[in-house]
């Protein structure tokens, strides 16, 4: 399940960085226009896919440890309370795809986080 959570990371935030990035007009729709706090978004963004870039690549030339499982549980997990937070926080939550995209995303990494949870306690 990590590779899952980490390769969803990947393919979702690739485009969305991208197009963040060169401000395309379908961004607007979903984030608002260009403000410091949609650029702060980006830079977040930005962070969460190098990390799950870097995690991956360790996974696939090492294979899996005990320190990069922590690493990601806890890039996971930040990324689960965020994300949920946007279905309380966000006005209209249930009508907006990236509320809804971010409530699935949350469910995966849950079932990943709740996965390698037991094996790092042990």
Not at 9 to 31: D, E, K, Q, T
Not at 59 to 72: K, L, N
Not at 86 to 107: F, K, Y
């Amino acid at each position: 399940m990590l590779i899952v959570s980490l390769l969803l990371n990947i393919v979702v935030l690739m485009p969305v960085v991208g197009s963040l990035a060169a401000r395309a007009p379908w961004i607007a729709r979903a984030w608002g226009e260009r403000t410091p706090a949609r650029d702060i978004l980006l830079a977040i963004y930005v962070a969460i896919l190098t990390a799950s870039i870097a995690l991956l690549a360790v996974v696939a030339t090492v294979g899996p440890s005990v320190a990069v499982e922590a690493a990601a549980v806890a890039l996971l997990a930040v990324q689960i309370v965020y994300k949920v937070l946007t279905a309380v926080l966000v006005q209209d939550a249930l009508r907006n795809p990236v509320v809804l995209s971010n409530l699935g995303i949350a469910v995966v990494h849950g079932v990943t986080v709740a996965s390698l949870v037991p094996g790092l306690l042990a």
